[in-house]
């Protein structure tokens, strides 16, 4: 049982949210409400008058650049003359109480003046499309990319079999059960303190002084446990309106909760994408090329969307083996609400429309979806889709095979003919694949520090934010068995960019490979140090025949111990402290592609696998169900099945909703599905009992054999729910998510 999950069960643990100082004060922003417009009257005199209002600002009191934003510093935290989408923040409200600060929201009086705006990404790329930012030589065009093996188009030329199509998906929320929130307040000293729900704390103390103007070593961000992030905390949320808050009125904490609303309004989401795919084959199957175009609608801010658009572009030819590829990625500003990290980061997008290439190459050829998928399979030592070569490992063949060993695609036929009347069922099968860390150009680091206290027990800095994940229990379990301790002689120390070293963000399907490392090297250094303190109360002059025993180091040669909280007590503080790094490993040698990528390309390290879904179509209503669903993985040897499976189930949920229910429903930059009554999510009643299979697998780099799969999971539903509505209802979905009336019709033509 994970070390956390009494407190969590109980109600003990703490998160930013149940944080409230005494005497606390509140803030809240004022958002624009129209997708593009420019600012002609802010008049705030009745809010400042409002009872209890202690500060009301705007543009004019913001220090420094006033722009945040990861790698591209184009959102500005308070809006001076232009809005550029409706969650756009115009203005900030200081108050003693959430009722006044609410009363003062209401009586500010923002005029705007609506200006033409651009909400379709192809259009957003016409020469005279309105601008989303002025004065930018490539006008609505962020970025542009270009990955290219062999020669895709000659190739195309060649081949036996050429398959083409126009495949979207749409935005999606997070839907995080703890809405964007934190605490700040501006110390005496100088310094100022922020506890933030967020997944990157010691980067957000660069994006606010950046931003705010202020000295980073000035900063000091706590991250307690995450109720959710899913990417969706990846970045600035929160961080700087609370920062300028504090910044304004010092000395007082400062609380910030975004509603449910508000962060469907201001929150990032995942890009909607519209991808044209030409896939080609020889006559018995065998790829043979690929071209690829992918558009990514990034919303008015920058955010990580290159970045994003670059994994998708990536992974755009799937865990496949293809000689020849083109794949061209382009980002457009639109005035739609800010396109950021979600789990899968842009690999969402490029799984479902090359899996669904590969199901019309499939029915071209007269293949077997899942057998054409298993002659392709990328094994170890072959050059991937962009011509970095797969390492050696449990490949995505061994999961496919996995899979079509599993009852449900092996006795699809019987399951298909039992099904109820006014029902048809259909089975769907996809492979996936999904790089880990960082990415070449971009150091993966992590620094880990472990100390023995004075009690005999270990504190376990974790560096790197927990937001559901179990990253954090699953650290304690490591260094428990890195140091044959009981995981209840460990603590946990939740990120402080005071007292932990930097560590990087939580994302990536990095923390547990990366962290994991750097705090095994840091076990080690305590053992060596342990064992040598220990010699000399055993009077052993051979340390390393010393061992580490629960509570105590004992020398089998003479079955003395001495107990680790006598061994503390002798040593200062400085020497019960062991810090190590680590830093994943990259690419050597890389393809001369996508150069106009400095971060983040390409991955060397890959977790693989396939998803099985079984699906049942009403033909009264079109409605379509998930009902079994089967997910075999290789992502390193495993260090909790239990943990693995959770991440399967929740990723697994995640593409379940992306496929058939989730759809904010833009309508010219609004979100008509603004909360949780209206944006449909799976709940347990919708989803299946998932059956997961981990493969035996290893990574010699990784802490114990493990790789990150964090992410791998969420990429199979879609394509796999969409080929099994094809086997069922003889529906070919283009875009997610698919609705019941696409199916109805579908039915109604084909058997018209």
């Not at 919303?299 to 020849?324: D, K, Q, W």
């Not at 960019?497 to 305590?526: D, E, H, I, K, V």
């Not at 698919?738 to 019709?745: I, M, R």
């Amino acid at each position: 049982m994970r070390i956390d999950a009494l407190d969590k069960a109980c109600g003990r643990e703490r998160y930013a949210v149940d944080e409230t100082p005494p005497d606390c004060l509140w803030a809240g922003a004022l958002r624009a409400g129209i997708p593009h417009g420019r600012i002609t009257a802010l008049d705030a005199a009745r809010a400042r008058e409002t009872p209890g209002v202690v500060a009301v600002l705007t543009r004019a009191d913001v220090p420094g650049t006033n722009r945040q934003g990861i790698v591209h510093k184009d959102q500005p935290v308070l809006c001076g003359n232009r809005v550029r989408h409706c969650g756009d923040a115009v203005s900030l409200v200081v108050a003693e109480s959430r009722d006044a600060l609410a009363q003062a929201l209401s009586r500010i009086r923002l005029t705007l003046e609506p200006l033409p705006g651009v909400f379709d990404p192809a259009k957003a790329l016409a020469p005279d499309a309105p601008l989303v930012h002025s004065g930018r030589d490539d006008g609505n065009l962020l970025a542009r990319g270009l990955m290219e093996k062999g020669d895709a188009p000659a190739a195309l030329a060649r081949c036996a079999v050429v398959v083409e199509g126009r495949f979207e998906t749409p935005m999606q929320e997070h839907a995080f059960l703890e809405p964007p929130n934190g605490l700040a307040r501006l110390a005496p000293s100088g310094r100022l303190d922020l506890v933030v729900s967020t997944q990157a704390p010691f980067r957000d103390r660069f994006e606010i002084g950046q931003a705010l103007g202020i000295d980073p070593q000035r900063i000091r961000v706590r991250a307690p446990y995450l109720g959710g992030g899913f990417g969706g905390k990846d970045g600035a949320t929160v961080q700087c309106l609370l920062a300028l808050a504090a910044l304004r009125v010092p000395g007082r904490w400062i609380k910030m909760v975004w509603s449910r609303e508000e962060t469907f309004l201001a929150g990032y989401k995942r890009h909607r994408a519209v991808m044209d795919i030409r896939l080609g084959a020889d006559a018995d199957g065998t790829l043979a090329a690929l071209e690829c175009r992918m558009l990514f609608d990034v919303g008015p801010y920058a955010h990580l969307s290159a970045e994003i658009m670059a994994l998708g572009m990536e992974h755009a030819a799937g865990p496949y083996r293809i000689p020849n590829t083109r794949v061209e990625g382009l980002c457009a500003y639109t005035n739609n609400p800010v396109g950021g990290a979600f789990r899968g980061f842009g690999v969402v997008q490029a799984t479902f429309a090359m899996e669904r290439a590969m199901d019309l190459l499939a029915g071209r050829l007269g293949r077997d979806p899942a057998g054409l998928r298993r002659q392709n399979a990328l094994r170890a030592g072959e050059a991937n889709g962009v011509g970095v070569s797969a390492e050696p490992g449990t490949d995505v063949a061994a999961c496919l095979d996995a899979a079509m060993a599993h009852p449900l695609w092996a006795e699809r036929k019987a399951w298909k003919m039992a099904a109820p009347p006014f029902i048809r069922r259909g089975v769907g099968l996809t492979a996936m694949h999904n790089g880990m860390g960082y990415g070449r150009g971009l150091p993966d680091h992590a620094a880990a520090k472990l100390e023995l206290t004075r009690q005999g027990t270990f504190r376990l800095y974790n560096s790197v934010p927990d937001m559901g994940q179990g990253n954090a229990p699953t650290f304690a379990a490591m260094a428990a068995k890195a140091l044959n301790q009981p995981q209840t002689a460990f603590t946990l120390l939740q990120p402080d960019t005071q007292r932990c070293p930097p560590a990087g963000s939580s994302s990536a399907s990095r923390t547990t490979y990366t962290f994991g490392n750097a705090l095994l090297g840091a076990c080690r250094a305590m053992a060596t140090k342990l064992r040598h303190r220990a010699s000399l109360a055993l009077l052993c002059d051979e340390p390393d025949r010393l061992v580490l025993v629960p509570g105590a180091v004992s020398d089998p040669a003479t079955g003395r111990a001495v107990p680790l909280a006598v061994l503390a007590g002798f040593l200062s503080r400085d020497d019960r402290i062991c810090i190590d790094q680590h830093t994943m490993a990259v690419v050597q040698n890389p393809p001369a592609t996508g150069r106009e990528f400095r971060f983040g390309f390409p991955h060397r390290f890959y977790a693989y696998g396939a998803c099985l879904c079984g699906v049942e179509v009403d033909t009264l209503t079109g409605t379509a169900r998930l009902v079994q669903c089967f997910l075999a993985v290789a992502c390193g040897k495993v260090f909790s099945l239990e943990g693995v499976e959770q991440q399967l189930h929740g990723a697994a949920a995640q593409g379940a909703g992306l496929a058939l229910y989730e759809d904010p429903v833009l309508q010219d930059g609004h979100m008509r599905a603004g909360d949780l009554c209206t944006y449909l999510l799976p709940t347990a009643a919708d989803l299946p009992d998932m059956d997961c299979l981990a493969l035996d697998d290893d990574e010699p780099t990784g802490p114990m054999g493990l790789k990150g799969m964090g992410e791998i999971a969420v990429h199979g539903p879609g394509p796999a729910v969409a080929q099994a509505l094809q086997d069922a209802a003889g529906f070919f979905a283009t875009r997610l998510p698919v609705s019941p009336e696409q199916v109805l019709a579908a039915m109604e033509d084909a058997f018209s």
